[in-house]
C-alpha cells in the first residue's frame, strides 16, 4: 500500500439527538480525519479522553484505535468529509 493515498473518504452528517457510543477501531493502522463543512453549534468529539468541537474548514484527525465517540445536543445537522489515511508511521 502507498500511505501517501487516502484510504477512503465520504461524506458524513450527524443530526441532532445523535450519541455514537464510544467505541475503538480494529487496529492503529488508520487516522481518520474529518473536516468541518456545515457545523452549528452543539455537535461533539471526544478522542482518549479530550473533547472537541468540529469548526468549518478546519480539520480534526486522530487514530481511531483511541476510544472515542460523538454526541450532538443541537437542533441542525452536522456534515463533515471523512478522509481516512494509512497511519504514517506503517512506513513504505
Known amino acids: 500500500h502507498n500511505v501517501h493515498l487516502p484510504k477512503e473518504a465520504g461524506y458524513f452528517r450527524l443530526e441532532p439527538g445523535t ?5 475503538t ?5 488508520h ?5 468541518g463543512l456545515i457545523v452549528p453549534s ?5 478522542v482518549g479522553g479530550t473533547e472537541y468541537s468540529w ?4 480539520a480534526i484527525c486522530f487514530d ?3 476510544i472515542h465517540e460523538a454526541w450532538h445536543n443541537g437542533t441542525e445537522d452536522r456534515y ?4 481516512t489515511l494509512w497511519h504514517p508511521d506503517l512506513g513504505e
Not at 25 to 29: C, F, K, L, T, V
Open 19 to 23: 450519541h455514537l457510543k464510544p467505541h
Open 25 to 29: 477501531g480494529p487496529a492503529n493502522w
Open 31 to 35: 487516522l481518520y480525519c474529518h473536516l
Open 42 to 46: 452543539g455537535p461533539q468529539l471526544m
Open 55 to 58: 469548526q468549518e474548514g478546519k
Open 64 to 66: 481511531d484505535s483511541y
Open 80 to 83: 463533515v468529509l471523512l478522509v
